[in-house]
């Protein structure tokens, strides 16, 4: 069910659309979906979503639109390295890039505590590997800084499974509606958290070019005792641009002109 919560996001998206026809020197791919199709099967916007399980081995999840949101699910039977089983869900959208922004709006109430982290990726690869996911995340993980919540900039894949390239601790209130924006441009990585209603709650950046393309998308992964996955996204969106022209952070800039704008407009 969509709510006003998801204003701020349309906004974002009419204005990038907005800049991408006021000038024939911008030039964009642009991939949308609010699953208002009630599924993650269809083409909006030329998005088609791909189901990724393959990387902690476990079984059994789901991926639903039913409700007009996505939400995805995974129990945590899967690779067990000694200290509990692992349990991992993704879902990829819009083609292989080297540079691109992703970002989507939370859909369900965050809550921190002992769940499953989850997060937005680009530059994913590798993905049929069992434990060796490549790529980049900004992920965020409740039972992190002793269960108040911890937002990370993650390297997946060697030296380590999971490599924090940056991050700070951010406890998040399931009475507020979130966006997670994941900017990749060269070598610069580039995090962002936005409380609808409010502006940029944090920002990460690193410096890492261990990885130059590859594909976009959602993941949740977990593990014992940490409940099992189990996340909801709304408002998913990927923008691609041309070599020859800064996009990204002139996004940023939409971005968090929608914020403030609407910060403005409640109070």
Known sequence: MKTPSNIPFRIAVALCAALLTQSSAVRAQTFFDDFSDLNDSAVPSGLAWTHNSTFA???????????????????????????????????????????????????????????GAFGVAARLSNLASPLDLHGYGLVWEPYGNSLAGKLRLERFGPPGTFNSIANVNLGLSPVNTYTFVLEVTGSTIDGKVYQIGLGEIAHLIAIDATYLSGRSGILGVSQ?????????????????????????????????FVARRFRSQRS
């Open 224 to 256: 014992v005792p940490i409940g099992a996955t189990d996340f909801t996204i709304d408002n998913y969106l990927m923008v691609v641009p041309e070599p020859s022209f800064g996009l990204i952070a002139g996004l940023g800039a939409v971005g968090l």
């Open 57 to 115: 081995l476990s079984t059994g999840q789901t991926w639903s639109a039913a409700t007009g949101a996505y939400r995805l699910t995974a129990p945590n039977n899967g690779y067990n390295p000694g200290n509990g089983a692992f349990g991992y869900a993704g879902s990829l959208a819009g083609p292989s890039a080297t540079d691109s922004l992703t970002a989507f709006d939370t859909a369900f109430p965050v809550t921190p505590g002992p769940f």
